[in-house]
């Protein structure tokens, strides 16, 4: 048997309280050397591999980490105070699933970051506050502080939609559940990918309202 052993430590992230992230590049050093430790002293007759399962890391389309924090990361404390309001019940049955609480699983840190770290849109002249599908499924409403330029606006809704085609699975879809979305059993991943993408094929554009507006003269004729 072969061993291999080195101290490392988490980041705090600046202007975040309680943060406790991974430092991925000096991180991944010291793994793989603690993996060449244990390899040199050992006589290897077969591979596997474990993990704790308590931390979260996401990754974008190319594969470069995005965020990475270990299960003692408390700035997502009020996500957590949130869903122990809204659902008291349910932390009993993710803790039989899972094995972790809220506190300690990565539900409140994904709803962390859907509030914090909307780079899509956001920037310190405009936040996103909200965007809901009309009661007829239509269209959206979008709510903001300030006034997004309609450029910025379009190339959001572009980056929904590409993001939209890299879901792989339904599972993945936050708040598809019955507590957070009305229409959760009607949710169709491979119909709603069918739309980003005739979405995408058609471009996205922005419509001038003069160009659009009702001419009264015609309503006199009809």
């Known amino acids: 048997m072969g061993t291999g052993q080195q101290e490392w430590t988490h980041l705090s992230e600046e202007g975040v309280a309680n943060s406790m992230g991974f430092d991925y590049q000096s991180n991944w050093k010291i793994l793989s050397s603690c993996i060449r430790k244990a390899i040199e002293k050992a006589s290897i007759k077969a591979v596997t591999a474990t993990s704790m399962r308590e931390g979260i890391v996401l990754y974008d389309r190319e594969g470069k980490e995005l965020f990475g924090v270990a299960n003692v990361d408390a700035r997502a404390d009020r996500e957590v105070a949130e869903l122990n309001g809204m659902f008291p019940e349910r932390e009993a049955e993710f803790y039989v699933k899972s094995g972790q609480t809220y506190a300690l699983g990565a539900l409140p840190r994904l709803l962390w970051l859907k509030k914090n770290r909307r780079d899509h849109f956001n920037s310190k002249d405009t936040e996103i506050i909200d965007i809901s599908p009309m009661g007829c499924r239509t269209g959206f409403y979008m709510s903001t502080i300030g006034t997004p330029a309609e450029e910025t606006v379009a190339e959001a809704w572009k980056a929904s939609m590409e993001d939209v085609l890299h879901v792989d699975s339904q ?38 309202n003069e160009a659009l507006k009702l001419d009264f003269s015609k309503v006199a004729q009809a």
């Open 171 to 208: 599972k993945d879809i936050p708040e598809l559940n019955l507590y957070q979305c009305g229409t959760a059993k009607i949710h169709s991943l491979k119909e709603v990918q069918e739309i980003a993408q005739k979405v995408l094929n058609a471009g996205i554009g922005i419509m001038d």
